[in-house]
């Protein structure tokens, strides 16, 4: 069992002066992360230095951006229960705190609402068919520069890349798996796939817009994935959508072959993680 190691004076001295080697610049930054005390101790060699002054100015930046008056955090304590919240919703990305959470709620109050003038299966047919690109719509929303204006910041850290994107990645699927599964509960079966029928090519759809990130860009990718998904389930003879969904999602051999893509992607993931530090 390794030692817990902390910064010494001269150790967070060098690193505000610039002069500490770079993988051990890496390592320190990745220790603050857990130890309010190191924190503390870096946070003072920084402010000693002639940073001081633009780190005051960039930071009153930020915030005048961000539109939020937020009282200094003493980085020696854990917080209130309040500022965690908000760091945690802040972490885990836009496309929870933004637009994709009110179109998860429209799609989802959309489908009951079909199924309650129609009350038919079509309510739950169309859900299935949209159900599966509405983690990936959240993961296309939750990383890159486009999603976060401090992104190039963010994905040089050691918290950022990969780590971060799946960090995302998980608070958009935590949202959408239970909402859209309940919906579909609630809604006629009929005929239609199970309600929980589209979550293993939900999850692979997701997987594959993850892994191709780094080569066409988040938006891209997702686009690509979603936009394959819909065309084969909805185009082109529109009125046999419950028989291609049926085909695409019902029974061992569907089901096993989504589960199949999604280890092809999570292990294509995998393999190329270090590309996320480069992707902008």
Known sequence: MSRQWHVSESRAARYAGGS?????????????????????????????????????????????????????????GSGTGASRLTRLLWAVGPAVRGAWSGALLLVAGAALLLGQLRGGPEARTLLLAVAPVVPVAGVALSYGPHADPLHELTVSTPGGGLRLALTRTAAVL????????????????????DAAAWLLPGLALTLAALALGPLA??????????????CVVLAPSPERVAARLAWCLDGVPAQSAWAAAATLSALLLATRRTAYDRTH
């Open 20 to 76: 500490l080697p770079e993988p051990d610049a890496w390592s320190l930054e990745k220790h603050l992360e857990t130890c309010a005390g190191c924190a503390s101790r870096v946070s003072g060699a920084v402010r000693g230095t002639a940073a001081r002054a633009v780190l005051t100015e960039v930071r009153g930046a930020v915030l005048a951006e961000a539109g939020r008056e937020v009282a200094p955090v003493s980085v020696r």
């Open 174 to 193: 935590g949202v959408s798996l239970p909402v859209l599964t309940l919906t579909g509960l609630l809604l006629p079966a009929s005929g239609a796939p």
């Open 217 to 230: 860009g988040f938006r891209t990718a997702s686009a690509l994935t979603a936009g394959g998904w819909l």
